[in-house]
């Protein structure tokens, strides 16, 4: 069974940083994917940020671009999002989600950090 535990969400004001991580454990594995999605309050949950191991590659969702960014230790099966800048539509409940194949077919989701940003 795979765990996904989340931390770094709070409360910041309009302009400041957080920094979310999410530490993947339970198995003996390298996740191929690891992602953050967000959910704001009445609206879908959606993309922020993903990087894949065997490219290293990462993708930001447009609103983020130039503001967040995404990185992983495979050592330690974690992954960060560096969010500076931050404005009030940042506010959300922020997910991660890692897929332990390019099939996308053997995915996990943790539970969520509040992210609140104030003005």
């Known amino acids: 069974q795979v765990q996904l535990e989340e931390s770094g969400g709070g409360l910041v004001q309009a302009g400041g940083s957080l920094r979310l991580s999410c530490a993947a454990s339970?198995?003996?594995?390298?996740?191929?994917?690891m992602a953050w999605y967000r959910q704001a309050p009445g609206k879908m949950r959606e993309f922020v940020a993903g990087?894949?191991?065997?490219?290293?590659?990462?993708r930001l969702a447009d609103s983020v671009k130039g503001r967040f960014t995404i990185a992983r230790v495979d050592a330690e099966n974690t992954a960060y999002l560096h969010m500076n800048n931050l404005k009030l539509e940042d506010t959300a409940i922020y997910y991660c989600?890692?897929?332990?194949?390019?099939?996308?077919?053997?995915?996990?989701w943790g539970q969520g950090t509040q992210v609140t940003v104030s003005s």
């Open positions: 339970g198995r003996s594995f390298s996740p191929y994917a």
């Open positions: 989600r890692i897929s332990l194949n390019p099939q996308d077919d053997d995915a996990y």
């Open positions: 990087i894949v191991r065997a490219a290293n590659s990462t």
